[in-house]
């Protein structure tokens, strides 16, 4: 199977949670323009069987020509020399699409991370990026409503559920983070009548519908 042939395939969709493997991605890019920023790292972990699994793991720094801002440096960690020395572009991101495979995908505010990838597997790599996507910040708004209201960024759950966000602001400690955020939402969804992706998806959906009425 190529490159384009990866999102293909959504028999992955209608498996029951207990068995279904998810994977939960985060970036860091140089700000939060598509058009004009760039993306620095990938990272991803594996949810599957209501566990992180954390032998299957993916982390990339991306190359740059020239590095970003001393204040974007801040926020991430990754410094001008791990920039400049950074996996080649093409080579990172062919990577992370071999480890996701057409399994469906996880973020927090996942439009953010999509439009980075997509935008570079399109530049790198020549092909389109079209993923199924879960957005765990829109299925806590269906699973949770009333706390939504209060709870905006991921680490405004985190707290709220007591999960412990190590090394935020990595691109691979806040995918296992959003991977713990999203295994309560599971459990959630399950005892709401959801068991699958789909029905997440629907879930989604749902919601929006119902705050349009």
Known sequence: MGIADLWLKREAL???FGDACFVVVDTETSGLDVRHDRLLSIGACIVQ??????DRTFYRE?????ASGVDNILL???GAGAQLAGAPPADALRGFLEFAGSRP???FNAPFDHAFLAHDVRRYLGVRF???????ADLAKAMFPAEAQEEKTLDDWLRRLSILGHDRHNALSDAYATAQFFIVMLEKARREGYSTARGLLRAQ???HWQRKR
């Open 205 to 207: 959906r749902n919601y």
């Open 62 to 66: 991306l190359h740059q020509d020239v």
């Open 49 to 54: 069987g209501g566990c992180v699994c954390l």
């Open 76 to 78: 991430h960690g990754i």
């Open 14 to 16: 209608s498996i029951d």
């Open 130 to 136: 079209a993923p199924t996507w879960i957005d765990a």
């Open 105 to 107: 995908m996880v973020a």
